[in-house]
């Protein structure tokens, strides 16, 4: 059963910093693409940053850009979200994604296992 699990979310005051944290298993997930996505109260779904298998290539979302890291290990099975300089706007449940091999990394569509979701909540 491949299970994507989030870890590290929480409520920071503006200006702090997390580390949003998931680990994959059930399969492999050699080649696959990771991203990660978030939901803010009364909007849609959003696409946040993704990385590829090798970490070579990453990609983000504009408004993040400068604050937000993607990273992986995965010897860990597992893929960071390091959030700098947080902002009330970036209160959201954050979601982690496992890419399907089709499909462009920036639309949730191409993703094909989800994980349950962490809460960022950041006080202004």
């Known amino acids: 059963q491949v299970q994507l699990v989030e870890s590290g979310g929480g409520l920071v005051q503006a200006g702090a910093s997390l580390r949003l944290s998931c680990l994959y298993s059930?399969?492999?997930?050699?080649?696959?693409?990771m991203g990660w996505f978030r939901q803010a109260p009364g909007k849609e779904r959003e696409f946040v940053a993704a990385?590829?298998?090798?970490?070579?290539?990453?990609y983000y979302q504009d408004s993040v850009k400068g604050r937000f890291t993607i990273s992986r290990d995965n010897a860990k099975n597992t893929v960071y979200l390091q959030m700098n300089s947080l902002t009330p706007e970036d209160t959201a449940v954050y979601y982690c994604?496992?890419?399907?091999?089709?499909?462009?990394?920036?639309?949730?569509?191409?993703?094909?296992?989800w994980g349950q979701g962490t809460q960022v909540t950041v006080s202004s």
């Open positions: 990385i590829t298998w090798s970490g070579g290539a990453t």
């Open positions: 059930g399969r492999s997930f050699s080649g696959y693409t």
């Open positions: 994604a496992s890419k399907s091999p089709s499909g462009n990394y920036y639309f949730e569509n191409a993703y094909n296992y």
